[in-house]
């Protein structure tokens, strides 16, 4: 106490002095977890075991299409050979399955003469196309 305050004290009277305020338990705000929170920091590692379908497709009509589509939709990888098919109708073909390759965001790759790859997005393409890899080096159909 101070000079002041005993000279106060004196004065007006001893008045109690307010005890702080002191809390039985701990903050409960500082120990309060974020569940949310916790599970979007959690690092969670899953084992998975990737395998990739490839569907050898050999139409000889137009009327074939509708099951390489629905492969393609089924995320599979088709591998199109149109050697057996008209030249109308093999337009058809690539028509169609371009539109159903566009839908779903999936890539073709000329491999060979008449031959196509037509692969899902999650599946990769390293280096040229096998078709201009060949007439590179000399060989043309």
């Given at each position: 106490m101070s000079f002041i305050d005993s000279v106060k004290g004196f004065l007006l009277g001893e008045?109690?002095?307010e005890s702080e305020y002191q809390p039985i338990y701990e903050d409960?705000?500082?120990n309060v977890v974020d569940v949310a929170e916790e599970r979007r920091n959690r690092e969670v590692k899953i084992a998975t075991t990737a395998t990739v379908?490839?569907?050898l497709a050999r139409p000889t009509d137009f009327s074939e299409v509708k099951s390489i589509g629905d492969d393609l939709n089924n995320q599979k990888t088709v591998l199109l050979n149109?050697?057996?098919v008209k030249a109308d109708d093999a337009k058809r073909i690539m028509d169609f399955l371009s539109g159903v390759a566009y839908?779903?965001?999936a890539?073709?790759?000329m491999t060979a003469q008449k031959t196509?790859?037509?692969m899902p997005k999650n599946v990769?393409?390293?280096g040229v196309d096998l078709m201009s890899e060949l007439e590179n080096n000399g060989y043309s159909f």
């Open positions: 008045e109690e002095e409960a705000a500082q379908q490839i569907v149109l050697e057996q839908a779903n965001d890539t073709i790759k196509f790859v037509i990769g393409f390293s």
